[in-house]
């Protein structure tokens, strides 16, 4: 069973930043790919940033392009998504994800997973 830990959430103004981070307690994450989704109030969760078990394969949404970073930090098995230049719009849970079979190419699929962590909650105030 593969269990997936968010931390690193939190209430930051408009422009600032955070950096969530993905673990795995009982598990070598380093041998997963992981995707970063989230999900706003009221609407559909939505993928965010995507990273490869090398570390060289990494895809963003639209809509977090140029302001967010996904990165691994291969000693302490984390996935991080560092967030700069934060809108209210970016205002959602974080989950990450990871499958069985990952889906390299349809990574943005929330479907296509199978193990999900519990979510953190990220707000930005205007």
């Known amino acids: 069973q593969v269990q997936l830990v968010e931390s690193g959430g939190g209430l930051v103004q408009f422009g600032g930043s955070l950096r969530l981070s993905c673990s795995a307690p009982v598990l070598a994450l380093n041998y997963y790919s992981i995707t970063w989704f989230r999900q706003a109030p009221g609407k559909e969760r939505e993928a965010v940033s995507t990273?490869?078990?090398?570390?060289?394969?990494?895809r963003y949404s639209d809509a977090v392009k140029g302001r967010f970073t996904i990165a691994r930090d291969k000693a302490l098995e984390t996935v991080d998504l560092q967030m700069d230049s934060l809108k209210p719009e970016d205002t959602a849970i974080y989950y990450c994800a990871t499958a069985d079979r990952f889906p390299t190419t349809e990574w943005s699929r929330e479907d296509l997973y199978n193990y999900w962590g519990q979510g953190t909650q990220v707000t930005v105030s205007s």
């Open positions: 990273i490869n078990i090398r570390g060289d394969t990494i």
